[in-house]
């Protein structure tokens, strides 16, 4: 069973940068997918980035390459968002999720396992 805490979520203030984390418990290092999503209020969940934890390959939807950067900590089952220069279109619930089956681009549909978000405010 895989559990997921975020973590980092604040207000920033526009043009500033942001890492958030995604403690996993579980074995997940088994062809999993991490990825991070976001969801604004009264939008649709999105997907960010993902990272294959088998390969340590990483993917990128195309609407958010250049500022967001997706990393991993296999020692301390870690992952991360690294955002940066920051606009206030950036303000959503963001949750790290991860699935052992999954297709591209990340649908939110297919992955299992959810953490129960964190909130970034940006102004």
């Known amino acids: 069973h895989v559990q997921l805490v975020e973590s980092g979520g604040e207000s920033v203030q526009a043009g500033g940068s942001l890492r958030l984390s995604c403690q996993a418990s579980?074995?997940?290092?088994?062809?999993?997918?991490l990825a991070w999503f976001r969801q604004a209020l009264g939008k649709e969940r999105e997907g960010i980035a993902g990272i294959f934890t088998g390969a340590g390959s990483t993917y990128y939807a195309d609407s958010m390459k250049g500022r967001f950067h997706i990393s991993e900590d296999k020692a301390k089952n870690m992952a991360y968002l690294y955002i940066s220069n920051m606009t206030p279109e950036d303000t959503a619930m963001y949750y790290c999720a991860a699935a052992r089956s999954w297709s591209l681009p990340l649908r939110p549909t297919e992955f299992e396992y959810w953490g129960q978000g964190t909130q970034v405010t940006v102004s």
């Open positions: 579980g074995d997940i290092y088994r062809g999993y997918c």
